[in-house]
């Protein structure tokens, strides 16, 4: 029997990490400049990176439940890939509901 390591069947959250290190670039003329993502593009980032994964969960259980598949490492990985994006959204989301609250309360 031979054991198939696990790093080459997980892959990254693909939607984040292009929220963070992509960059949108204009050219101007002969010169080009970059504008960096906003807030709301990495948001819109993480919410459809959850989308993405929690749909690919529903997926891959009805596939489990009809016998569709035999490939259980990588249904664990989608399960696990979607819970870690459902908690990265709800945290951004308390962060910046917290944020705002705290700027509510300033005094101007």
Aim: net charge negative; no cysteine.
């Amino acid at each position: 029997m031979f054991i198939e390591p696990m790093s080459a069947k997980i892959q990254p959250l693909r939607s984040v990490e292009e929220a963070f290190h992509t960059y949108e670039k204009i050219e101007e003329g002969s010169s080009e400049s970059v504008k960096a993502p906003t807030f709301l593009d990495v948001f819109s980032g993480i919410i459809n990176n959850a989308v993405e994964t929690n749909a690919q969960k529903s997926a891959d259980i009805v596939q489990l439940m009809t016998g569709d598949t035999d490939n259980l490492e990588q249904i664990q990985a989608n399960l696990t890939k979607a819970e870690v994006a459902t908690e990265l959204l709800v945290t951004v989301k308390n962060t910046v509901v917290d944020a705002y609250n705290e700027i509510i309360k300033m005094s101007v």
